[in-house]
């Protein structure tokens, strides 16, 4: 598709789908917020005026109708709690696999691993268990 042959109306098509499909997305991973993100997605549509409404069963707002630069900021941090849980979920996995290779290891018992960073420096190591 030639881009000059794009009329305006075509592109407003195609920005309404993918302004549709952001929406879309961010609804879907809403669902995997906690409670405490879920309350900054309220303070950051209250602190930019946003409609929304409130009774016993809890706050609701219409994606759809959100002004964009309030969605842009909703965006920016669903984008910072989705990397948070791909960072944990990484160390995690990296903890994990630690473990395993100390259990399998005959040598290091996992009960010896009291050791904790005291500062940001990694060669900065207490053992927690140490006897004094």
Do not use: W
């Not at 952001?22 to 917020?33: H, V």
């Not at 309220?42 to 602190?47: L, M, Q, T």
């Not at 219409?62 to 984008?79: G, H, I, W």
């Amino acid at each position: 598709m030639d881009f000059q042959s794009i009329s305006t109306e075509s592109l407003e098509v195609m920005s309404t789908d993918k302004n549709y499909e952001e929406r879309r997305q961010f609804l879907d991973n809403m669902n995997i917020l906690s409670r405490s993100e879920l309350e900054e997605i309220f303070r950051i549509i209250r602190r930019n005026n946003d409609i929304y409404s409130e009774n016993t069963n809890g706050i609701f707002f219409d994606v759809s109708a959100l002004r964009q630069d309030t969605f842009s900021r909703l965006k920016e941090f669903m984008n910072y709690c989705l990397e948070n849980r791909n960072e944990q979920e990484h160390r995690n996995l990296e903890m994990n696999a630690i473990r395993s290779e100390c259990i399998t290891n005959r040598d290091i018992h996992p009960q010896n691993m009291g050791f904790v960073l005291t500062s940001k420096s990694k060669s900065s190591v207490t053992n927690v268990f140490a006897e004094n």
